[in-house]
């Protein structure tokens, strides 16, 4: 398969800051079911084989699983500080939450014990009593040993499949930025000024 342009350039840009964590993380915005737009950092998790689509893991109980209940979309906001480039990236949101799903399975086998224990965390934005986080520090690797064997229910793989890319490089001027669609599933691309 031959990829487009904005993708290859994408796998530029990870190759060049491979040596930099940050620049696997990138912004994700969504819309809740009352319209507010919820931002937050997500860790990119690779490409599906043979394909454009982006992959990141979350929690079911998180904001974001109920805004992509009401609205499977949202844009991508990824900035690579080296080589100055800005993507943003709109998509379609798929999630996998089913047992039998072999790219959740893999996805999970090879994240680290730290990365699924956040998977055992109590349920998010439920206000903090101190005293009882103070005298109850339970011990994951103790208590949930099977939980690092299969992937518990609230571990959701997000697929993002883009449709439209709006690509910037802030270079000598003039700058370089170029606008990607998807029709007619061709990839079209259209330079612009910045
Ligand atoms: C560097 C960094 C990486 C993060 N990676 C993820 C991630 O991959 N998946 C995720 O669900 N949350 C990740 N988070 C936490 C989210 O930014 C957010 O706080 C959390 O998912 C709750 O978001 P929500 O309430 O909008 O659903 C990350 C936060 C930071 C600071």
């Not at 689509?53 to 904001?63: H, Y």
């Not at 805004?67 to 080296?82: L, N, P, R, S």
């Not at 798929?94 to 799903?101: P, S």
């Amino acid at each position: 398969m031959k990829f487009p342009a904005w993708r290859q350039s994408l796998v530029r840009s990870l190759h060049v800051q491979r040596s930099r964590p940050e620049s696997k993380f990138f912004q994700v915005a969504s819309v809740s079911p009352t319209g507010q737009i919820n931002n937050r950092t997500m860790v990119f998790r690779g490409f599906v084989e043979d394909s454009l689509d982006l992959l990141a893991i979350t929690d079911s109980r998180s904001d974001k699983i109920q805004d992509w209940q009401t609205k499977a979309e949202a844009e991508i906001c990824w900035y690579f500080v080296k080589t100055r480039e800005q993507y943003r990236i709109r998509v379609n949101v798929i999630t996998y939450q089913q047992a039998d799903n072999h790219v959740r399975n893999n996805i999970y086998t090879n994240l680290s014990k730290n990365a699924k224990a956040q998977f055992l965390w109590p349920t998010p934005k439920v206000p903090i009593d101190n005293d009882v986080l103070d005298g109850n520090s339970t011990s994951v690797d103790e208590e949930n040993k099977d939980v690092f064997q299969t992937p518990p229910s609230n571990f959701v793989v997000v697929r993002f499949v883009p449709s439209y890319v709006d690509y910037l490089h802030l270079c000598e001027p003039p700058q370089n930025r170029e606008l990607h669609e998807l029709i007619d599933n061709k990839w079209l691309v259209t330079k612009v000024t910045a």
